[in-house]
């Protein structure tokens, strides 16, 4: 028996093979979508970071101060820290910040030395709660003069 059409069991292993290609596709693009929004979501979040960064680096002082709230449409909160670090070795401090930069330059005095305080700046910066990864940080070290007058009250 010769027959010039498809079987009905041929036409169901088409359409199932068909069915797991277009699953597939779908699962990729769906995936591709979501990677694309979190891409946005973090950009956003670099972005108000490093705005948040240069609004504190404009201080005209820094002391160790911890604070957090949210942006103003509530989609991102924040957090900044400012920590003093420790001092180093004095013998170093003052062989790096003495006038002429070299220990026994004898242009330079105990008088003279420089004294900075050094200061670590964080800003983090997270949103929902749903993305677990949710959060960007950035970091940088600023250093300060100390005021001879106030050192030591």
Known sequence: MKSNGFTLLEIMVAAAILAFGITAVLATFGNGLQAGRWSVERTRAILQARAMMAEVLRLPAFEE???????EDGHYRWKVAIELLPEEDEAALAAQSS??????DPFSSPEQTLQLERYRVAVTISWPIDDPHGHVSLTTLQTQKVDPWSAGS
């Open 99 to 104: 006038p002429g930069g070299l220990p026994g």
């Open 65 to 71: 101060s911890e604070e957090e709230g949210e942006t």
